[in-house]
C-alpha cells in the first residue's frame, strides 16, 4: 500500500531564517507531488505541484520554492521566512490505478516567529 | 480569485440527522469533484468523488449530489455520528490540467450527542 510522510511535524522558525520541509512516498512510482498550504481561516492553497523529477509547477508567487530530487521525494523550501509563511502545510500525491484522487501527508505545522 | 466556495463556515447538526454540506464552484470546466474530511493538526481524508456525468454518487451514509446547470454541490451525511466532527472540504479540477485541485475554505461540522 502507499504511505506519504512528511517531516518535521512542528516547526518554530524565526524570521529570516531558511526552511525546508520534506515528503516522501512510498509504494508508487512516478507519482504526481503536491504542496499546499491551510493557513488560519482559509482553505487548502496549492503552492506546487510536480509531475516527475525535476519538473516543478507554481500556482502562486511567494518566497517559496520547491523541488523534486527524486521521484517520490518533494522538498519545500524557503531561503528567508517571512511571518506570513505561517500555516499548515501539507503534501500530497496522485496517481497509480487512481489518477483522479489526490492524498495527503500528515502536514506540518510551521510557525513563524 | 476562489474558484470553489463553502460559504458556511460552520454547521452544527444533532446526532442522528441529516447534515447537509454545500459548496458552490465558479468554473465550468470542472468535471470532477470531491470532498475531503479533516481533523485538526492532520492532513485531509478523501470521501467520496463524482464526475460530471453523474448527478449523484453514494458511499454508505454519505452522498454526494451535482447540479451542473447551479455549479453547486453538496455532501449529505445520514445519519450524522458524533465521529463525522471535522472541517469538511470540496475540491475540484479539470480533466487534463495535471490534477490541479482547487479547495474550498472548509465548512466545521459539529455532531451533538
Known amino acids: 500500500s502507499q504511505t506519504i510522510h512528511q517531516w518535521p511535524a512542528t516547526l518554530v522558525q524565526p524570521v529570516g531564517s531558511p526552511l525546508s520541509l520534506e515528503c516522501t512516498v512510498e509504494?508508487?512510482?512516478?507519482?504526481?507531488l503536491y504542496w499546499y498550504r491551510q493557513a488560519a481561516g482559509r482553505g487548502l492553497q496549492l503552492l506546487f505541484y510536480s509531475v516527475g523529477i525535476g519538473q516543478i509547477s507554481s500556482e502562486v508567487p511567494q518566497n517559496l520554492s520547491a523541488s523534486r530530487p527524486q521521484d517520490r521525494q518533494f522538498i519545500l523550501s524557503s531561503k528567508k521566512l517571512l511571518l506570513s509563511d505561517s500555516g499548515f502545510y501539507l503534501c500530497?500525491?496522485?496517481?497509480?490505478?487512481?489518477?483522479?484522487?489526490?492524498?495527503f501527508g500528515p502536514g506540518t505545522r510551521l510557525l513563524v516567529l | 480569485d476562489q474558484q470553489v466556495k463553502q460559504n458556511s463556515p460552520s454547521l452544527s447538526v444533532q446526532e442522528g440527522r441529516i447534515s447537509i454540506l454545500n459548496c458552490d464552484y465558479t468554473?465550468?470546466?470542472?468535471?470532477?469533484f470531491l470532498w475531503y474530511k479533516k481533523y485538526p493538526a492532520e492532513g485531509p481524508t478523501f470521501l467520496i468523488s463524482i464526475s460530471s456525468i453523474k448527478d449523484k454518487n453514494e458511499d454508505g451514509r454519505f452522498t454526494v449530489f451535482l447540479n451542473k446547470s447551479a455549479k453547486h454541490l453538496s455532501l449529505h451525511i445520514v445519519p450524522s455520528q458524533p465521529g463525522d466532527s471535522a472541517v469538511y472540504f470540496c475540491?475540484?479540477?479539470?480533466?487534463?490540467?495535471?490534477?490541479?485541485?482547487?479547495f474550498g475554505t472548509g465548512t466545521s461540522l459539529t455532531v451533538i450527542p
Open positions: 500530497a500525491w496522485s496517481g497509480g490505478t487512481n489518477q483522479e484522487t489526490q492524498y
Open positions: 468554473n465550468s470546466m470542472f468535471d470532477y
Open positions: 475540491a475540484a479540477s479539470e480533466e487534463n490540467t495535471g490534477n490541479q485541485f482547487y
Open positions: 509504494g508508487t512510482s512516478n507519482p504526481n
